[in-house]
């Protein structure tokens, strides 16, 4: 009998077994959309297309080299435009070089200055401002009173002594967006530090007997890192308009480098032109593309990463 009624049950048993796994599998599935469509789809295609993607392979999708061009094909419409050939599909610049090469080109010097110049002043300021909120006193003053002076910095000015005493190069672009925006890390990693220091884990950690470097390191960094990640992300546009502003002035990326402020520089005479408008409205809307698309990120991160706006 035992046996008839094992027979019996375990193929019910079975089968709902397998439907708990089917339901299961299918509530993962639909929680697997679910977060897909939260995402920022339009931002994030929008910088792979422009920015990410270029900046990777442009050596394989660049039809032309950047720097070398042909004054028999200067100023060269558009291939939408009368007179425009697919040779070149976005048009030529003033000395006949091709706009989309330098376009692609150029996003890899964006991505390049952007990532060490936020890493570096990420990593400055990340430290001064933890230390700052942590030991508190004449070290919090100290601190605090030379993100005052960095805050204060005219940039543009800084960047125009800088190039008239070392020269135009990357280097001196990298060097003055790092002197404004460290104080900026320090500043929120300070705030944030101060609201973290006084919990109890913290207090924990000192009564245990961790050294100050590791509650710093193993408690306070880690509580302070998301806040950190959303304004390096809202910085990268940041940075990128401050790069070509300073190469606009002649104070960046130097010539004959692909830098998208020096694309806008070489035709702002023939911006108000029907002939020559593309060369510097084409980078100029790659500038705002990619701008646009990483404040939108940043802002979903935000809403992602705090606390605050998850409970709302």
């Known amino acids: 009998m035992a046996a008839e009624e094992r ?11 397998v439907e708990g796994a089917r339901t299961e599998g299918r509530s993962r599935v639909t929680g697997y959309l679910a977060e ?3 995402l920022p789809l339009f931002p994030i295609a929008i910088l792979l297309v422009v920015l990410v993607i270029p900046a990777i392979f442009a050596n394989q999708i660049a039809p032309h080299d950047p ?31 091709d706009i989309l090469s330098r ?41 605090m009173r030379l993100v005052d002076i ?5 940039i543009i000015l800084l960047g125009l002594v800088l190039v008239a005493a070392l020269g135009p190069r ?46 710093m390191s193993k408690h306070i960094l880690p509580n302070v890192f998301n806040s950190l990640v959303v304004l390096a992300t809202l910085q990268v546009g940041f940075v990128i308009i401050l790069e070509s502003t300073l190469s606009f002035l002649g104070a960046g990326v130097p010539r004959p480098n692909p830098a998208w402020g020096l694309m806008v520089a070489d035709g702002r005479e023939l911006v108000a032109s029907e002939k020559g408008w593309w060369v510097s409205l084409l980078p100029g809307l790659a500038i ?25």
Do not use: C
């Open 150 to 154: 960095s805050l204060s910095i005219p």
């Open 67 to 97: 720097t070398r061009g042909s004054l028999g094909n200067r100023l060269a419409p558009p291939v939408w435009q009368e007179g425009g050939s697919a040779e070149h599909i976005l048009g030529t610049d003033k000395v006949g070089r």
């Open 170 to 215: 990357t280097s001196t672009v990298i060097g003055v967006i790092v002197v404004l925006l460290w104080s900026r890390y320090a500043r929120l990693a300070r705030g944030e530090t101060l609201a973290v220091r006084v919990q109890d884990f913290v207090s924990r950690a000192q009564v245990a007997g961790s050294s100050h470097v590791r509650i």
């Open 103 to 143: 376009i692609l080109y150029g996003s890899r010097i964006s991505v390049v200055i952007a990532m060490i110049a936020i890493v570096v002043s990420g990593i400055i300021g990340t430290a001064l401002g933890i230390t700052a909120g942590y030991w508190g006193g004449w070290v919090d003053a100290l601190i």
């Open 288 to 312: 705002m593309l990619v701008v646009l698309s990483m404040n939108l990120l940043g802002d979903w991160l935000r809403d992602r990463l705090d606390p605050k706006q998850r409970q709302v």
């Open 36 to 38: 897909v469509r939260r």
């Open 7 to 17: 027979a019996s049950t375990t193929p019910a048993a079975s089968d709902e077994v």
